[in-house]
């Protein structure tokens, strides 16, 4: 085996067993608004003085507030129900996913024969209200993103948040509606690798031998 390839397995192994693995976590929000919208978050970038960038971690909580609002019309008791599918995602510039968060919720119970005030309150009228935060997390070593993330500035990642309600009333005869706010909490964590100096200075000298050799 040559000296230029035994210094660098040396050095290799050095930096493996030395450096250093540390990690810098930014956290990033987008307040509550009406759904259904798309943002883009900018996110912190990587600085690669810190060292060697090896992986990113993404979560997103998706803060939901959803008001379903229902007034039985009719002369009889009625039974409501009210469903919404929530969707969120968080994308690379290129508008590939890197988290997708879904969730639902369900609300359903009885009134009582129109009270003759539609106000969605008293015995024939109510608001179910619903109050969530799902979140989901990706981890991503692959070369494009690694290089994506890094840098002196930020990175925007285009997000969006949707929601689908399905309302229903037994006596056929109701005003129903909804609302539904979205906001977003999003936490982007950096594993890095700190070069061990002695590493780093072996493969220098396998440098020198292999160029030494060469000539």
Not at 4 to 11: E, G, I, P, S
Not at 91 to 112: C, F, H, K, Y
């Amino acid at each position: 085996m040559t000296i230029a390839k035994t210094l660098a397995l040396v050095a290799a192994a050095g930096i493996t067993s030395a450096a250093s693995a540390e990690i810098i976590s930014f956290n990033v929000s987008l307040p509550l608004q009406a759904t259904n919208w798309q943002q883009t978050i900018q996110v912190p970038q990587f600085n690669p003085a810190l060292g060697i960038l090896m992986s990113v971690t993404l979560e997103a909580q998706v803060n939901v507030e959803t008001a379903l609002r229902f007034e039985n019309l009719g002369a009889t008791g009625a039974n409501y129900s009210g469903s919404v599918q929530y969707a969120a995602t968080l994308l690379r510039p290129d508008n590939t996913i890197l988290v997708a968060v879904t969730d639902s919720a369900l609300r359903d119970g009885a009134l009582a024969p129109y009270d003759n005030i539609t106000d969605f309150a008293g015995p024939s009228g109510t608001i179910a209200n619903v109050a969530i935060a799902p979140a989901e997390s990706s981890m991503t070593e692959a070369a494009a993103d690694l290089t994506a993330f890094t840098g002196l500035g930020t990175i925007g990642l285009p997000a969006t948040a949707t929601a689908q309600s399905t309302l229903n009333m037994s006596s056929g005869r109701a005003v129903m509606g909804t609302s539904t706010m979205a906001g977003m909490d999003v936490t982007v964590t950096y594993e890095y690798v700190i070069p061990a100096p002695a590493g780093a200075a072996l493969l220098g000298l396998a440098g020198i031998a292999a160029f030494r050799r060469r000539r």
